[in-house]
């Protein structure tokens, strides 16, 4: 069996340890100085056998009867990206970001930047988010809300915490239907490519936004998600975006979808249209 490399920790203080014992010895015996270093290292020990059976099952992806990776599962983002998928500082309706965009800088037509800096101005009242509206493709899928999939041969279903939202992915073959479809969640058909899940999106309104700092879209977005699995408990999760009509080129998100498996975690209510019902709906 191959031993999976200690903890940085501990790689320390085993490679550093003479230069401790030199430097304990002008005050004290060297014996107290590795008797210090061994006290960490069998105290530290115990990460490093998780660290090896994480080593041992975490890289075991799930399959289904199929053979096809199975992403059923609850899951959720970590990352920033709701907030604002580009780099950012904290604000006070925003924590501190790296982003998630590829590159690190949407490429927006200039008339579109114009309007994102609008939006963002504007964003407490704008966001389409804050009225309850359904948070569209890909915003869903990093919210700061987790979601279930269920996976089936012919489609998955994944279920959102917010707002009830359900999506289907159909993966039996079939096509997008015909003519242009103004939906919040878009259509979504999907293939394999090996052991990624490749799933085509179209057929969007232009009612939602990407995030709540207003990065936004047209109802050409055309967005190509890429699931697979990083090892059983994390997806890498990558989103490419084209809109004609907003952007001047293609451009992709890229981030990490955790799996929850804390006990008896489950998806609960977040009916947000209940909290400001007579603001928003007169």
């Known amino acids: 069996m191959i031993h999976p490399a200690p903890p940085p920790i501990v790689e320390w203080l085993m490679t550093h340890h003479f230069s401790v014992e030199t430097a304990a010895s002008k005050s004290r015996p060297a014996s107290l100085a590795i008797g210090t270093v061994l006290s960490c290292i069998t105290v530290l020990s115990p990460f490093a056998a998780a660290g090896a059976a994480h080593a041992e099952t975490g890289s075991v992806v799930p399959r289904a009867a199929s053979g096809k990776p199975d992403f059923s ?22 924590p501190a970001g790296l ?42 899928t990093y919210s700061p809300y987790p979601f279930q999939i269920f996976q089936a041969d012919t489609h998955l279903t994944l279920l959102y915490e917010y707002a009830h939202t359900a999506r289907t992915v159909y993966t039996n073959d079939t096509k997008h239907p015909s003519g242009h479809i103004d939906w919040w969640l878009g259509d ?15 057929d969007f309104n232009d009612q939602t936004w990407l995030d709540h700092s207003g990065n936004f879209h047209s109802d050409a977005l055309h967005v190509v998600e890429h699931y697979s699995f990083i090892d059983s408990d994390h997806i890498r999760y990558e989103a490419t975006i084209e809109d004609p009509k907003v952007f001047t080129r293609p451009w992709t998100v890229d981030l990490v979808l955790y799996r929850h498996v804390e006990k008896n975690f489950q998806l609960l209510e977040y009916e947000c249209y209940t909290f400001n019902y007579e603001h928003f709906y007169p």
């Open 73 to 94: 599962g609850l899951w959720q983002s970590l990352s920033t990206a709701d907030w604002d998928l580009e780099p950012h500082n904290a604000r006070k309706d925003a």
């Open 99 to 140: 982003g998630v965009v590829v590159g690190g800088e949407i490429p927006y037509q200039p008339w579109a930047a114009e309007k994102r800096k609008e939006n963002f101005e504007k964003r407490e009242i704008l966001d389409p988010r804050n009225k309850c509206y359904l948070p569209g493709i890909p915003r869903a």
């Open 188 to 202: 979504s058909r999907g293939h394999w490519e090996g052991d990624t899940l490749v799933v085509d999106v179209v």
